[in-house]
């Protein structure tokens, strides 16, 4: 399943030029102004631009993708900047690393039937760090055809954290850039930082 699964990610990957934005993530800008840089794991890194923005910040970043092409496409575009890039299947392989400052999901699907994902991430937050998950608001999943139901939400993750946690952010907000077809105007936002 973990290869079949990889197989259509570099499949994705090797029939478009650019599969996604070269441009950060705004919700990342937001939530890490006045975040110390650490180490950090971006996960379902594709062609890096989250990586490439922290690592320029100075964060010592994991970047983590299940598509070796995505990988390595970039590899090739961010240079000698300090990203380690590794290949992973986070449903069948371990977290690579642990006691991070920040772990970053953007736009990462997790389907509720693969719950131990999100835990495994969660586990991968080190003291005083932060989780960041951003989905696309629930009815711009809804006009492609899938049921947020059917994935971990972002909010979802407080159910996964202890009294070691504080919820410094759990809000919809607006893009400000349209993305997918202009189905995807808002996004779902949850941070919480482990004490």
Do not use: C
Request: hydrophobic share 40%.
């Amino acid at each position: 399943m973990g290869n079949e699964r990889a197989a259509e990610w570099d499949e994705r990957y090797g029939n478009a030029e650019r599969l996604w934005t070269a441009d950060v993530n705004p919700a990342l800008i937001t939530e890490t102004e006045g975040l110390a840089p650490g180490t950090a794991l971006d996960v379902g890194s594709g062609e890096g631009a989250d990586a490439r923005w922290l690592a320029k910040r100075g964060w010592q970043v994991t970047a983590v993708d299940i598509s070796q092409v995505a990988l390595d496409r970039a590899r090739e575009i961010s240079g000698d900047l300090p990203i380690t890039w590794t290949r992973a299947d986070l449903v069948v392989d371990p977290v690579p690393g642990d006691d991070f400052g920040l772990v970053a999901l953007h736009y990462f699907p997790i389907p509720v039937a693969e719950i131990e994902v999100a835990r495994k991430l969660v586990a991968a937050v080190g003291p005083g760090g932060s989780l960041l998950v951003v989905a696309h608001a629930p009815e711009g999943v809804r006009a492609h055809g899938f049921d947020p139901d059917d994935f971990v939400q972002p909010g979802g993750f407080a159910t996964l954290l202890d009294d070691d946690w504080e919820i410094v952010t759990d809000e919809t907000r607006e893009r400000g850039k349209a993305a997918g077809g202009g189905h995807h105007t808002h996004d779902v936002v949850f941070r919480a930082r482990r004490r």
